[in-house]
């Protein structure tokens, strides 16, 4: 299964020796971690040697200790996916940015900023993207309170005439 | 010397051209573009936390309400996520068929809306788009025949459709297809060759094939940089590779190749519809024993070629009912990334085409 892609990777370990990289289980897709210190590397042979020109998804994931940053990279001659993914410690979210490779990671890893609070170093514009200046945390953190029907709560802390419809 | 400056301009957020709520901060030296800063966020409804929240099939409604102009084709793209993360199949023909029939028929109304509204956004009002909102109501009507629902179907499921079609579906399905033809040919006569369509459009909005490819763009945005890059192709899902079709390409790499290379994809759509109304059979429309899925840990992203470009959903589960993370490749986010290479040196009046030759829906862009 996923002959090529595993092909792929050991050229890559052949190319660059210091690279530590490892398949992940239970991923339908050829998924490989990758430590953070070489994700640069890695990325930028994929590139350009592998043929990995087209990235198409950027996803952070809050796995309760840990974040996992996904990214879903292609090739424009056609085929499956190579997904790349990098674990870092969940007090220390910071993955380099790779808007340098693959500029189109310049909105997706703000939207993983927004979200989910990741911080890409080298990113030119980290800014939050869906939400607003100012929002308190991050939604799709698992830590976040989702206060979208705490309705009774938010009218606790009005005045009787701040209600609105309160007559309803 | 007569002194000059820049001059900040603010489009949107309500603005009829920006196609929803959509805010960019433009940069004016005269009338010409300078910088550009868009801004999202409007109709963020947060839908990646709620799906949290929420059984596989609970989220589908959800889907419906991403790009809301094309609701089939979410659906499908969900769907193929949950069933390769939960290893549902094999999928009923029909249901197969279904599928395609259903999201060939969003690709052609899409296109009616995109090609209409860019109609809309060039100063031609309403005449040119209301032809293309005609055809679309047709197609629209089909649907509702089929899901009891216009434009938020939820049709298309985990495992199959959500039910057969009625008797008249299909007889109907083949006379909306058969005046199709007919339909695009009035189109292009109507604007292929003309003058101030050409005027307006070529030139406007370069995008070049590395550029494109770089920022991540797909669909028509990135097959009118002359990039042929279709995943129905590329990395086939459903039951396309038994349809004969070709990847439309343009080498302009302006708005106006972007309007042709839709013209001709819904040329290609009709043809997938006609070889898939012709060899639907019938049968069960749902697979075994789909009820209360709940994956096995791991993860899956599944994508298909929306009408906009690439649409995926990248599922985690962690063994529950509910997806433990579900996030959406947004087509018309990534899209958008384009539009500040594409409009800095234009016109203002020019500003206005190019975003509406990328053709977003907000839906899709703020989640």
């Given amino acids: 299964m996923h002959v090529s892609e595993s092909d792929t990777i050991s050229r890559l370990q052949a190319a660059l020796p210091g690279v530590h990289i490892e398949p992940v289980e239970g991923a339908k897709d050829p998924t490989f971690l990758v430590e953070v210190d070489s994700l640069l590397q890695v990325a930028a042979w994929l590139r350009d040697q592998a043929g990995y020109d087209y990235l198409s998804g950027v996803a952070g994931v809050d796995r309760g200790e840990r974040f996992e940053v996904v990214y879903h990279l292609y090739s424009t001659r056609g085929g499956g996916a190579l997904v790349l993914k990098v674990s870092r410690p969940w007090d220390v979210p910071e993955v380099p940015s790779l808007v340098g490779i693959w500029p189109a990671a310049n909105l997706l890893e703000r939207e993983a900023y927004d979200l989910l609070g990741i911080t890409f170093t080298g990113h030119p514009d980290l800014r939050r993207i869906l939400l607003w200046e100012g929002f308190p945390g991050h939604p799709l953190r698992k830590t976040f309170e989702n206060k979208t029907f705490a309705h009774a709560e938010m009218q606790a802390t009005m005045t009787s005439e701040e209600v609105p419809h309160a007559e309803n | ?367």
């Avoid at chain 2, 400056?5 to 603010?10: C, G, H, P, R, S």
């Fill in chain 2, 1 to 367: 010397m007569l002194r000059t400056e820049t001059l900040t301009v603010n489009v949107g957020p309500q603005h009829p051209s920006t196609h929803g709520v959509f805010r960019m901060v433009v940069t004016l030296d005269g009338e010409r573009v300078v910088d550009l800063v868009p801004h999202f966020g409007y109709l963020h409804r947060g839908i990646e936390k709620l799906a949290e929240g929420r059984t596989y099939l609970q989220n589908v409604p959800f889907t419906d309400r991403l790009d809301y102009i094309s609701g089939m084709s979410n659906n499908l793209a969900y769907a193929l996520a949950v069933e390769k993360l939960a290893g549902i199949g094999p999928i009923p023909e029909r249901a197969e068929y279904l599928r395609v029939i259903m999201a060939e028929l969003t690709r052609v109304a899409n296109h009616c809306v995109a090609i209409g509204f860019l109609l809309n956004d060039l100063g031609a009002f309403f005449t040119p788009v209301l032809y293309c909102l005609r055809e679309r109501e047709y197609i629209l009507d089909l649907f509702e025949m089929a899901s009891g629902s216009r434009m938020t179907p939820s049709y298309i499921r985990p495992g199959g459709v959500a039910e057969d079609v009625p008797a008249e579906f299909l007889p109907a399905a083949r006379k909306v297809v058969a005046q199709l033809p007919a339909f695009i040919d009035q189109l292009d006569a109507l604007l292929t060759g003309n003058e101030i369509l050409m005027a307006r459009l070529q030139r406007i909005g370069i995008l070049p094939p590395e550029r494109a490819v770089a920022l991540g763009v797909t669909g028509p945005l990135l097959r009118a940089s002359g990039v042929a890059y279709d995943v129905r192709k590329a990395e086939p899902y459903s039951i396309y590779p038994r349809f004969d079709f070709d990847v439309v390409t343009a080498d302009g790499q302006d708005a106006y190749s972007r309007y042709l290379v839709r013209i001709g994809e819904m040329r290609q759509s009709v043809r997938i519809l006609e070889q898939a109304l012709k060899d639907i059979p019938e049968g069960p429309v749902m697979a075994e024993g789909v009820r209360r899925i709940r994956p096995p840990a791991g993860e899956a992203y599944a994508r298909i070629e929306a009408p906009k470009g690439e649409l995926g959903f990248y599922l985690v589960s962690d063994g529950s009912p509910n997806p433990y993370r579900c996030h959406i490749r947004a087509t018309s986010l990534v899209n958008l990334g384009a539009l500040r290479d594409m409009a800095v040196g234009h016109l203002v009046a020019d500003l206005i085409i190019i975003l509406g030759s990328i053709d977003i829906t907000l839906g899709e862009v703020d989640r």
